[in-house]
């Protein structure tokens, strides 16, 4: 009774009990995983590990499952997740663990990690309309520029003296400014150093 009872709590939970008399065989990708969550999920577990759990999926079931996971992790479940989508990472762990050639290379939270590489921090300055006029390489404490169009990004351990330098120049050469962003080191650009450029994610 406890199995029924699970079952159907679960099949509800999935969007699934109107799909209770058809094959899976012939169910799409998405739906198939979650059955195989729901079979993962029946005795419920106080830890779980899933495996890629939302890759190759449709944006509407990626999302449900991506709640899911954070329901059963809200409500006490350890789950451990692999993945090589870096920002579901970023959006689902708490801790993420770095493996480089079978080994960790680093874990600690997503903040922490990128507080690390604070080289990778960025000034983002958007012009209306495109300009070159301006050579931000020039720029105290810029390391490397990225120009995008009519958008800039430079990179600097120190953005606010970066911003200041910047509105500055806007003011002297006259120039229509669109926006500044400053951005932190992003959780791709942390893996990218510590693992060389190879992208596989715990």
Do not use: W
């Not at 699970?6 to 969007?15: P, Q």
């Not at 094959?23 to 079979?39: A, E, Y």
């Not at 999302?63 to 996971?69: E, G, P, T, V």
């Not at 590489?117 to 301006?134: G, H, I, N």
Request: charged share 25%; hydrophobic share 35%.
């Amino acid at each position: 009774s406890d199995v029924k009872r699970r079952a159907v709590e679960l099949l509800e939970k999935f969007g699934l009990r109107n799909q209770t008399d058809k094959k899976v065989k012939h169910f799409s990708k998405g739906m198939t995983q979650r059955v195989v969550l729901c079979m993962a999920l029946i005795n419920e577990p106080d830890i779980l590990f899933l495996d890629e759990p939302t890759g190759g999926l449709d944006v509407q079931s990626r999302r449900m499952i991506q709640k899911i996971i954070r329901q059963l992790n809200a409500e006490g479940t350890t789950v451990f997740l692999t993945t090589h989508n870096i920002e579901e990472a970023n959006q689902l762990c708490k801790r993420i663990a770095i493996m480089n050639h079978g080994k960790i290379a680093a874990v600690d939270t997503p903040e922490k990690l990128k507080q690390t590489f604070k080289s990778s921090q960025s000034v983002e300055v958007t012009f209306k309309p495109a300009t070159a006029r301006l050579n931000f390489n020039k720029i105290k404490n810029v390391k490397k520029v990225e120009k995008h169009g009519n958008r800039f990004r430079l990179y600097s351990s120190e953005p606010g003296d970066v911003i200041n330098t910047v509105v500055e120049l806007i003011r002297e050469n006259d120039l229509e400014l669109q926006s500044v962003n400053t951005l932190g080191p992003s959780l791709e650009e942390v893996f990218v150093n510590v693992t060389g450029g190879e992208m596989h994610v715990n």
